[in-house]
């Protein structure tokens, strides 16, 4: 599929930039399966690029393949242009997600701005009980118990019991009520977790009290979880892999 688009757009290029000093050659027919054939790729590729990629610079578009075609007076190297590419519509697609988050976040704070103060005033209170610790990036947490040996790691697996409530104690998950531990890579569960986990040494419980920003944010998550929740964990750790 890759080497047929770079054939596409070569012939595309030879098909719109045929110049002869500087002026586009054109034919008014087509007098053979290759000139049907040339004509039709560019008139898709042209579809594409006016759909697709509305900011395109004609000019400079047509200049690029010339330069190719002429040996002469290359901006740049063809061996890195898919790379110029790739980059430009990466960052294109990043700043159109990045937009379509801040829209989703205002949203959310519209619809349950109030809520989001509710969980932030939790914590607000909760840090000062006592037991309860804060770390640097906001989470909270105390010791039910301690354990020994190793903390895990990032690149480690762990085996858990667990349960999940709201800072009203509404249950949303539990693998203690399922009777049947969790186990999961550190790194594969919300930043809080990753955190707290690497506090924790095989056979401790700890309570983590998880602020929105390390677990779903503005984000609705099934029916329990409300953006801006405060997620509240009791966990158990098991075993360390």
Same mark, same amino acid.
Request: aromatic share 10%; charged share 25%; proline share 2%.
């Given at each position: ?137 906001? &989470?909270? *947490?105390?010791? %039910?118990?301690? /354990?020994?040996?190793?903390? !895990? ?6 085996? +858990? ?52 920003? &390390?677990? *779903?944010?503005? %984000?609705?998550? /099934?029916?329990?979880?409300? !953006? ?6 009791? +966990? ?6």
């Amino acid at each position: 599929m890759r080497i047929t688009k770079i054939i596409a757009a070569a012939i595309v290029g030879l098909t719109i930039v045929s110049c002869s000093n500087g002026q586009l050659k054109t034919n008014s027919s087509l007098n053979s399966d290759i000139d049907s054939v040339s004509y039709a790729i560019g008139v898709d590729m042209a579809t594409k690029i006016t759909v697709n990629f509305k900011e395109a610079d004609y000019d400079m578009f047509l200049q690029g393949f010339k330069s190719v075609l002429d040996s002469t007076d290359l901006k740049i190297d063809p061996k890195d242009a898919n790379i110029v590419i790739s980059n430009y519509f990466r960052k294109a697609q990043e700043d159109k997600m990045k937009l379509m988050q801040e829209k989703q976040e205002i949203e959310a704070i519209r619809k349950f701005g109030e809520y989001k103060k509710v969980n932030e005033d939790f914590l607000e209170k909760n840090k000062n009980n006592s037991g309860v610790v804060t770390t640097a990036s906001g &989470l909270q *947490y105390s010791v %039910l118990k301690e /354990g020994e040996g190793e903390a !895990p790691k990032e690149s480690a697996r762990v085996k +858990v019991h667990y349960t999940g409530t709201l800072i009203d104690g509404t249950v949303f998950d539990s693998s203690v009520e399922r009777n049947q531990p969790a186990e999961f890579g550190v790194t594969q569960v919300i930043k809080g977790w990753t955190e707290g986990l690497q506090l924790m040494k095989p056979g401790a419980k700890y309570k983590f009290f998880i602020p929105q920003e &390390l677990a *779903y944010g503005y %984000l609705q998550k /099934g029916d329990k979880i409300k !953006p801006f929740s405060t997620l509240v964990f009791e +966990v158990e750790l098991l075993e360390v892999k």
